[in-house]
């Protein structure tokens, strides 16, 4: 039974950081993309970062400069580093798992995690 699970959120004041993980487990297939996302109350679901198998980035414009993605193959791991946060940047943070062979890519969610900026 494939299982994602992200951890790391909490409280922090603005200018503070976070490292949110995202765990994947029962996973035979290859892991392709994965990406961070990210839903404020009222708003819709927004892409913050996502990085491919091959370790290419790409980041949502508002937070470029402030958070890094990266990934530990071997651990089934990926993280994302969110520097000099903003009440803004307070949302339910989600990670999505890609993968598959080939043609095939089968994508997972997992249950999100609370980032709380104080001002």
């Known amino acids: 039974q494939v299982q994602v699970v992200e951890s790391g959120g909490g409280l922090v004041q603005a200018g503070g950081s976070l490292r949110l993980s995202c765990a994947a487990s029962g996973i035979t297939f290859r892991i392709k993309t994965v990406g961070w996302y990210r839903q404020a109350p009222g708003k819709q679901r927004e892409l913050v970062a996502a990085?491919?198998?091959?370790?290419?980035?790409n980041y949502a414009d508002s937070v470029k400069g402030r958070f890094t993605i990266s990934r530990d193959n071997a651990k089934n791991t990926v993280y994302l580093q969110m520097n000099s946060l903003k009440p803004e940047d307070t949302a339910v943070y989600y990670c999505?798992?890609?993968?598959?062979?080939?043609?095939?890519?089968?994508?997972?969610w997992g249950q999100g995690t609370q980032v709380t900026v104080s001002s």
């Open positions: 990085i491919s198998s091959d370790t290419s980035t």
């Open positions: 999505n798992v890609n993968y598959g062979r080939l043609s095939l890519t089968i994508s997972s």
